[in-house]
T-cell receptor, first 112, second 110 residues
Framework: QKEVEQNSGPLSVPEGAIASLNCTYS??????FFWYRQYSGKSPELIMS????GDKEDGRFTAQLNKASQYVSLLIRDSQPSDSATYLC????????????FGKGTKLSVIP | EAQVTQNPRYLITVTGKKLTVTCSQN?????MSWYRQDPGLGLRQIYY???????DKGDVPEGYKVSRKEKRNFPLILESPSPNQTSLYFC?????????FGPGTRLTVT
């Protein structure tokens, strides 16, 4: 059974701080990894995708991937109250697979 | 604008009354899927479709049916809804790089 594990939180950080969200996955053949943000009652929205080991930066967001450790993380710099949401980590099932397995999400609260 | 649409957005129904939730995408994606989301359980895939007339079960298919007669549409059918199908449902379609979600359908079965 493929699994994606996340700390459910809540994770509370002060405004302006760095929020660090972590995720581990069980399927070694997974090749693509995604971070989604979901506001309460709304649909998930893609923030970052990462396919190679290392870091990928997009604005205030940095995704980090370590395939040897089967670990993915998302850093949010200069956290804003509007970043308060649930963050979902997802991985695919290997090359050519379109199926995604989602973690249960980490709830982030940014305190003004 | 690239989008996935779902209807209805909210639905309250009674046990056993057949219902269909429609899903449509305008991105010409071959892959579409349905998820349900429940507190503490996260997003779980119900069914997916790799292309027209090609569908397969996800993790929680019991009590659901789907069809894919056109590339853009992927309706979810509950032939005899039960209270344990009360949930938030999302349709999604995917390209090679990104999966887009519909706005969600909140279903309550009494």
């Amino acid at each position: 059974q493929k699994e994606v594990e996340q700390n459910s939180g809540p994770l509370s950080v002060p405004e302006g701080a760095i929020a660090s969200l972590n995720c581990t996955y069980s399927d070694r053949v997974s090749q693509s990894f995604f971070w989604y943000r979901q506001y309460s009652g709304k649909s998930p929205e893609l923030i970052m995708s990462i396919y190679s080991n290392g870091d990928k930066e997009d604005g205030r967001f940095t995704a980090q991937l370590n395939k040897a450790s089967q670990y993915v993380s998302l850093l949010i710099r200069d956290s804003q109250p509007s970043d308060s949401a649930t963050y979902l980590c997802a991985s695919d099932s290997g090359a050519g697979s379109y199926q995604l397995t989602f973690g249960k999400g980490t709830k982030l609260s940014v305190i003004p | 604008e690239a989008q996935v649409t779902q209807n209805p957005r909210y639905l309250i129904t009674v046990t056993g009354k057949k219902l269909t939730v429609t899903c449509s995408q305008n991105m010409n994606h071959e892959y579409m899927s349905w998820y349900r989301q429940d507190p503490g359980l996260g997003l779980r895939q119900i069914y997916y479709s790799m292309n027209v007339e090609v569908t397969d079960k996800g993790d929680v298919p019991e009590g659901y049916k789907v069809s894919r007669k056109e590339k853009r549409n992927f309706p979810l059918i509950l032939e005899s809804p039960s209270p344990n199908q009360t949930s938030l449902y999302f349709c999604a379609s995917r390209s090679s790089y990104e999966q887009y979600f519909g706005p969600g359908t909140r279903l309550t079965v009494t």
